[in-house]
Structures are given as structure tokens and as C-alpha cells.
């Protein structure tokens, strides 16, 4: 039996190459915000159960999270011309955000001032002049001014000046509309805190839209978001990646209260491996997995990569990568380093979205509670793809549904390799919602570093709850 020295909570890593060191050695000008460890020992405390599975905690997020933080309702390009709207809903809350005459963004409450009918039905989205009552023709413009009345001989105690639709604040980043209820809310740009400067190779707002599926998941909105926050789950629940993929040496990093951070190598095996690899299988390997172009229908690579002797399978790879989607989309990526490249590089922005930003990884996540069930979450994931050099911007796509049973195999030409790890992400899901409910023990116990941004999403719940019942 041997005994382990006493570390400080937090400071143990996997042993072996670190992210930073591999990516370091890389030697190709990666920024320094990837190469910098930004990350702190939040406790070890256990979160409890009951946090995922209580209506009166759920009616506390809904009151004092979802109705103060800044959250991503659509893409700019789903509202491009005057008219455009679309309704963003979360919890019983709903929101229509129009796009007016002068090409400014508005987001208002999806009522009408006379008896509360919504203006437009639920996830719809479409054009419109004007902002009309279905129920008595109650009309405001696109700016939210009251436009007519009918019968208004009726409603002399209604001042036209004062009866504007209520607006909530709206902001954009980098393609994306945010809303917040709370009208005393930051500015978006102090809330995403470092978001904005580290996506600054990326450049979010030259993607278009080319996928979006909507699935509808068997568990709590947290717990759908927190499976998607960290590698320690990949051995078990993906084992068929550990030969391409780091996961134990993912490095993790905490940005105040907002923001968090993995980066997870590909083109370097997991440490879990006793096998070694040569630089060639591990290019075999990606190619062979069909996330690019280059395998035939028999599985065979046609016109092969090698990796030249002294080389990196990575570095080929994303050669290759950027070679293939710039004359794809008649763009120059020279400027991407491997890791910006390849790697997945995995944003979080309280309280519920997930964006990917590297070539390989193309993805957003957006996590909301199905209506008022505490049980049940909507999960759109969208594939974003750079905008060709000529400027035309394809329309975005209708989203695809997919009810709680359906596979991502469904989806019209998904990726099957892609479509059996969302399978598979998204499988355990309904497993640990009843777990959280038939456990003994109260709560669950994370690890102090692979699991730091779950512990770090916890604590700005927290916080938000806190500050919001003072206030």
C-alpha cells in the first residue's frame, strides 16, 4: 500500500505532458491567453441534488438568474432586413426582437399593452411591417410606438406617447443578439469579461449559420450544460476518441464569474494510453474518423497524409484542415495557429451558452429550461462555418427537432461519427436526472480540477440568487 504526499487542494495535474507544454511546442505562434493557465481552487464542498431536481430552486433561478443575466436569444443574420423578427422564450418569459426600419435591433416583451395576448406566437420568427395584436388589432411600429387602436373613441385614458411596447436591454457580439431583462444590467461587453479578446483571430461575427438542431433533453438544464464542461467523462463515454484526443490533461481556466475555459488537444493521445504512438497512426487515426475530407466510401484515405520524418501529426492535420476549408470557402487561415486550428477550445458564458471557436470545431451550445419543468431542458446546437471571401452570406437554416428519444443520426447529413458522440453525450442524461433523485447521499462530490467549472457555475448561481434577494 502506498501512501500519497499531502498536496494542496487543487495543485494535483495528470501526470505527463501538459496542455500548455504540447501546444507550446507547437512552435507556431499560438496567442498567449491559450497558453496561460488561468486557474484557481474554488473548494470541494459537494453540490447538492436538490438544486437540479426542487421547483422552488428552479422558481429562484427563473426569478433572480434568468431575469438578470445577459443571454444569447438568436444570430443577427435570422433578423437581417427591417421587419425580421424573431421570439427568444425562456422559462414563461418571451421576448420579440425585431429588427427595425433603421437597421437597429429591438427586443421587447412579447405582450400587448390591452389584454396580454402575445404579439407573436412562441419560437416563431418572419417578417412583419408592424407589431399587431392577432387577438383586437392592437398595433405598435417597429420601434415600439402605438400605431392605432381600432374603435380608440373607446380608450380616451390611453395617451398614444405613453402606451410604447416595453423594451428590454438588447446588445451584439460578435453575430449573436443578447438580451436581459434586468434594465440596470452591465454593459455586455464589461459582462463577457475576456470573451471579446480572446475570440479576436476568430472573428464570430464572419460565420454563418450552415447547421441548427433543437433536441430536447431528459434532465435539468445545469446538468445538461455540465456535461459539456469537462474531458473526465471521455474514457468512459467516449473510448473510441482516446487514441486521437487528450482528456485527463485538458487544461481548465476560470475567468471571474462569467466565463470559463477547456482546452482539449487533438492529434495528441489520451494519457490514459499505455501504448505508444507514432506520429503517422495518429494522423491515420483523424483521417480515418471522417471529421474532414480525404476518406473514401471503403474507409481507405485516398491520397494519403504522411507525416514527414521529424514531424507532428498535428500540424499536418491542421494544414490539411486549413487548406481544405480555405478553398471551401475562398478564405486565407494562415493566420490560425494549430491549436486555433484543431483543438477544442471550449468557451462558457453564464449562465447557459458553450462556443467553440477553432476551425475543426465549428459548435455553440445554448442550454434553457423546457418552459417551468425542472426536469426537462431545449438544447440548440448550431454549426457555425466562415462566410466566403465574396461576402455572401448563406441564409440560416430552419432548426432541426429532434423529440427526447431521437438520435443525432436523424439529422440529414450530420456527420455518423459527430452524431454518436452527441448520442453519447447526451445519453447519460436521463440516468443521472433519476439519480439525483434516488441517491442516498445528498450531493455529488467534483474533482478539484477537471470539474472546476461546474463548482465555478455553482457559485455564480449562487451569487446571483444572493445579490438579487438583498437587492
Not at 60 to 86: F, N, S
Not at 360 to 376: E, S
Amino acid at each position: 500500500m502506498t501512501t500519497q504526499s499531502p498536496i494542496k487542494p487543487g495543485s494535483a495535474r495528470c501526470p505527463g505532458h501538459s496542455t500548455r507544454d504540447i501546444i507550446a511546442a507547437d512552435n507556431d505562434g499560438a496567442p498567449e491567453h491559450i497558453l496561460e493557465e488561468t486557474y484557481e481552487f474554488l473548494g470541494d464542498e459537494d453540490i447538492p441534488f436538490q438544486r437540479y431536481t426542487s421547483p422552488e430552486f428552479f422558481q429562484q433561478e427563473m426569478e433572480h438568474v434568468w431575469l438578470k443575466a445577459w443571454q444569447w436569444a438568436c444570430r443577427e443574420d435570422e433578423i437581417p432586413e427591417p421587419g425580421d423578427y424573431t421570439v427568444y422564450d425562456i422559462g414563461d418569459k418571451s421576448v420579440l426582437i425585431v429588427r427595425n426600419n433603421e437597421g437597429t435591433i429591438k427586443a421587447y416583451a412579447n405582450a400587448c399593452l390591452h389584454r396580454g395576448t402575445q404579439l407573436k406566437p412562441a419560437g416563431s420568427s418572419g417578417c412583419s411591417p408592424n407589431l399587431r395584436c392577432p387577438f383586437h388589432g392592437f398595433t405598435w411600429n417597429l420601434d415600439g410606438a402605438l400605431e392605432d387602436v381600432p374603435c380608440d373613441w373607446d380608450f380616451p385614458h390611453v395617451k398614444y406617447r405613453d402606451f410604447n411596447l416595453p423594451q428590454l436591454k438588447v446588445e451584439s457580439w460578435g453575430g449573436f443578439v443578447f438580451i436581459n431583462f434586468d434594465i440596470n444590467a452591465v454593459p455586455l461587453h464589461e459582462y463577457m469579461g475576456v470573451l471579446p479578446e480572446h475570440f479576436s483571430n476568430w472573428k464570430l461575427e464572419n460565420k454563418f449559420t450552415a447547421m441548427h438542431i433543437r433536441k430536447k433533453l431528459p434532465a435539468n438544464w445545469k446538468a445538461c450544460l455540465e456535461a459539456f464542461l469537462e474531458s473526465y467523462h471521455v474514457l468512459e463515454t467516449h473510448p473510441q476518441g482516446v487514441a486521437t484526443v487528450g482528456d485527463a490533461n485538458s487544461q481548465y481556466d476560470v475567468y471571474g464569474d462569467h466565463v470559463s475555459r477547456f482546452v482539449h488537444l487533438v492529434g495528441f493521445p489520451s494519457p490514459h494510453l499505455q501504448e505508444q504512438h507514432t506520429e503517422q497512426q495518429i494522423l491515420d487515426a483523424l483521417m480515418a474518423e471522417g471529421v474532414v475530407e480525404g476518406v473514401g466510401e471503403d474507409g481507405q484515405q485516398s491520397n494519403k497524409l504522411m507525416v514527414p520524418e521529424g514531424g507532428k501529426a498535428r500540424e499536418v492535420f491542421s494544414e490539411h484542415l486549413k487548406s481544405m476549408l480555405g478553398e471551401a470557402y475562398q478564405r486565407d487561415f494562415s493566420h490560425l495557429s494549430i491549436t486555433e486550428t484543431i483543438d477544442a477550445i471550449e468557451y462558457s458564458l453564464f449562465p447557459n451558452t458553450c462556443i467553440f471557436p477553432s476551425l475543426l470545431f465549428p459548435m455553440i451550445y445554448r442550454f434553457r429550461p423546457n418552459g417551468v419543468d425542472p426536469d426537462t431542458t431545449i438544447f440548440d446546437l448550431l454549426y457555425l462555418q466562415p462566410v466566403p471571401e465574396n461576402g455572401e452570406r448563406p441564409d440560416p437554416p430552419e432548426p432541426i427537432e429532434l423529440d427526447y428519444h431521437q438520435s443525432f443520426h436523424d439529422v440529414p447529413g450530420f456527420d455518423p461519427g459527430l452524431a454518436t458522440i452527441y448520442d453519447q453525450d447526451t445519453g447519460n442524461l436521463i440516468a443521472q436526472q433519476r439519480g439525483f433523485k434516488a441517491s442516498l447521499k445528498p450531493g455529488q462530490t467534483l474533482g478539484n480540477y477537471q470539474e472546476v467549472r461546474i463548482r465555478q457555475f455553482h457559485q455564480t448561481i449562487d451569487k446571483y440568487i444572493a445579490n438579487n434577494k438583498r437587492g
